[in-house]
C-alpha cells in the first residue's frame, strides 16, 4: 500500500518540477542566469552579490547543476546546426535535473537515516507528501542544495561513526567534499552539521589519521573552489595572481554580513521570526504537534532523540541568534538568509 502511495505522491512531484512557475526570483537569479549569459547568449542581468568588486556568491556548487547541462544543450544544438536551445527546453532540463537530484539524493538519505524499516516506509511517505518536497526542493534553489548536503553530511557522519572496523578514505573525501560544496553554496551549511559533527569527535580520537584526511580532502577541494570562483570572476587572471590574490566567495559573504552598515540596506527580522512564522509554513499543522510535546513526559519527547532533529533544531536556534536580513521579495538583488 505504502509503495502505491508513494508512486502517487511521485507524479505529484514530477508534476509539480515540470509546472511553469516560480516561487521566488531567487531561483532565477541566483542560480540559471548566473551561467544563461555566458553560456547560450541569453539577455541576462547579474544580481549584485555576482557583479560587486567583492562578489560574495561563489559558482562552485551551481558549475555542475546548472552550467553542465547548458553546456550540453548548447552543444547539442550546435552540432545539429539550430544555434541555441530554446529557452523552454532550458527550463525544463533544469528543472527535470533538480527533481532528479531531490528524487535520487534525499529518499536515498531518508533510508540510511531511519534505521527502522517500519518508520522509515512511514518517513519516506510522509517526505514525499511534503509541500516543500513538491515545490522548493524541485526548483532551482541554492536552499534546496543546501538541503541534500545537509541530508548526506549527515549520512557521512553515520557511515563513519559506523565503521570501526577500518578507515573508509571514500567517505572522507565524499564527507570533506560536501563540506566545501555547502560552504561555498551557503554560509549558513556548518551551523546544521555542528552539533551532529560532534559525534566525530570519539572517532577522531581513535583514529587521528581519519582526521588528517578529511582536512587534507578539504584543502584539496576548497583550493579548487577558490581557483574555480577567481578565474570565473577574473577570466584574465594569470595562474600566479590566482594564488596572489585569490577571491574567497565564503569569505567575502561573512564580511558583508557581519558589517551593520550592509543589513541595514536590507532590513532585519525578529530573532523569533523562525520559530513563530518560518517553521510553522514548512511543516503546517506538525508544528503545533511537535510543540504540544513538549509539555508532556517524557520531558524530552522521542521526536528531538535523533540527529536529525538535533541538526534542525540546533541550527535554527544558531541561525535566530544572529542577525539576518528581511527578504525583498520581488526584488532579484538581496541575499537569502
Not at 216 to 245: E, H, K, N, V
Not at 320 to 326: A, E, G, L
Amino acid at each position: 500500500m505504502w509503495r502505491r502511495t508513494y508512486l502517487i505522491l511521485l507524479l505529484i512531484r514530477v508534476y509539480f518540477a515540470l509546472s511553469p512557475s516560480y516561487l521566488h526570483p531567487d531561483e532565477n537569479f541566483q542560480g540559471p542566469e548566473v551561467f544563461a549569459g555566458r553560456i547560450l547568449e541569453y539577455p541576462s542581468q547579474l544580481p549584485w552579490e555576482f557583479t560587486s568588486f567583492h562578489p560574495i556568491r561563489s559558482v562552485f556548487p551551481l558549475w555542475p547543476i546548472y552550467e553542465v547541462p547548458m553546456s550540453l544543450l548548447k552543444w547539442f544544438y550546435t552540432e545539429i546546426g539550430s544555434g541555441n536551445p530554446p529557452p523552454q527546453l532550458v527550463y525544463y532540463a533544469l528543472r527535470a535535473g533538480m527533481f532528479l537530484l531531490t528524487f535520487v539524493l534525499e529518499d536515498w538519505a531518508i533510508y540510511e537515516l531511519v534505521p527502522s524499516p517500519r518508520h522509515r516506509r512511514a518517513t519516506v511517505v510522509l517526505v514525499a507528501s511534503s509541500y516543500v518536497t513538491w515545490t522548493y526542493q524541485t526548483h532551482t534553489f541554492s536552499n534546496s542544495l543546501e538541503t541534500l548536503l545537509v541530508a548526506w553530511g549527515l549520512v557521512l557522519i553515520r557511515r563513519i561513526v559506523e565503521n570501526k572496523q577500518r578507515s573508509s578514505y571514500f567517505s572522507y573525501a565524499v564527507f570533506s567534499f560536501i563540506a566545501v560544496v555547502g560552504v561555498f553554496n551557503r554560509i549558513t551549511f556548518p551551523a546544521f552539521l555542528l552539533f551532529p559533527g560532534l559525534q566525530l569527535l570519539p572517532y577522531f580520537q581513535r583514529k587521528p589519521a581519519s582526521l588528517a584526511a578529511i582536512v587534507g580532502f578539504g584543502l584539496l577541494f576548497s583550493l579548487t573552489a577558490i581557483y574555480i570562483d577567481t578565474t570565473f570572476y577574473r577570466p584574465s587572471a594569470s595562474f600566479r595572481s590566482i594564488f596572489r590574490d585569490p577571491i574567497i566567495t565564503p569569505l567575502n559573504n561573512i564580511l558583508y554580513n557581519t558589517d551593520t552598515s550592509n543589513l541595514a540596506l536590507h532590513g532585519l527580522h525578529p530573532h523569533h521570526q523562525h520559530f513563530v512564522a518560518n517553521l510553522i509554513q514548512l511543516l503546517g499543522p506538525a508544528y503545533i504537534v511537535m510543540i504540544l510535546s513538549l509539555f508532556s513526559w517524557p520531558i524530552v519527547p522521542r521526536w528531538m532523540r535523533n540527529v536529525r532533529a538535533l541538526s534542525a533544531v540546533s541550527a535554527t536556534v544558531l541561525l535566530s541568534i544572529f542577525p539576518t536580513k528581511n527578504h525583498a521579495f520581488f526584488s532579484p538583488a538581496f541575499l537569502s538568509s
